[in-house]
């Protein structure tokens, strides 16, 4: 069975500070990745995504991942970050022999610091 | 509608006592996901269909949850004689279609939060 580890659980930054989020995965076929992100007292909502092509991957906000195969990983990033991406950050992979369920890691939980 | 929408958003129950949470999908969206969240971690696939029937349902935990979708719209997760464990955020999402999830965005609800006293 897949698993996805997200090793920070804690975040906390100031403003304009860069931020790195990792995301590892334990498939070794192929994948589609995705990041959500939870603000406070909302749902989850898509941040961005990647299933083929170029492995750096942009999205809203001006977030951005980067698939290495090589090393099961897909780190966000944000070269500045704003008091409003304060949030809860979900790595999710969808595994070709998995029909179309999605694996999410244990989430990160970023404060950022006006 | 809007989005995917999910009643009650708050359901506290006493352990040994039937509950049924409702989901109501994008309008259009044939997919239909269901996961559970307990807290401190991310969702967990609990089961998906693709119109009427369930095409996964391998995450379903044990037979007292079940869930239907009788006319490809809405759908009902049903869990019997709950117990304190099952207390947690439960999820639903909805796709466009069919195909691997990588082309069709899983769109996901508010969620309801069931409490098992």
């Known amino acids: 069975a897949q698993s996805v580890s997200q090793h920070n659980h804690h975040v906390i930054l100031s403003e304009a500070a860069s931020l790195e989020l990792g995301c590892n995965y334990s498939?070794?076929?192929?994948?589609?990745l995705f990041w959500y992100v939870q603000y406070p007292g909302q749902h989850l909502q898509l941040l961005l995504k990647?299933?083929?092509?170029?492995?750096l991957v942009k999205g809203i906000k001006g977030f951005e991942a980067e698939f290495i195969k090589s090393k099961f990983s897909f780190n966000l990033r944000k070269p500045s970050v704003q008091w409003s991406d304060t949030a809860e950050y979900f790595c999710a992979v969808n595994a070709d022999n998995a029909g179309n369920m999605l694996t999410f890691g244990g989430g990160t939980r970023l404060m950022v610091k006006p | 509608g809007a989005g995917v929408s999910q009643t009650p958003s708050n359901k506290v129950t006493e352990k040994g006592k039937y509950v049924e949470l409702r989901c109501d999908p994008i309008?259009?969206?044939?997919?239909l996901y269901w996961y559970r969240q307990s807290l401190g971690q991310g969702p967990e696939f609990l089961i998906y269909?693709?119109?009427?029937?369930?095409?996964?349902d391998s995450g379903l935990p044990n037979d007292r949850f079940f869930a239907v979708r009788p006319e490809g719209s809405v759908s009902t997760l049903k869990i019997q004689r709950t117990e304190r464990g099952d207390s947690a955020v439960y999820l639903c999402?909805?796709?466009?279609?069919?195909?691997?999830?990588?082309?069709?965005?899983?769109?996901f609800g508010p969620g309801t939060r069931l409490t098992v006293l």
């Open positions: 498939y070794g076929g192929t994948v589609n």
């Open positions: 309008s259009g969206h044939t997919a």
């Open positions: 990647y299933f083929s092509g170029d492995p």
């Open positions: 999402a909805s796709s466009p279609g069919r195909g691997r999830v990588g082309v069709n965005e899983q769109f």
């Open positions: 269909f693709q119109g009427t029937g369930a095409a996964d």
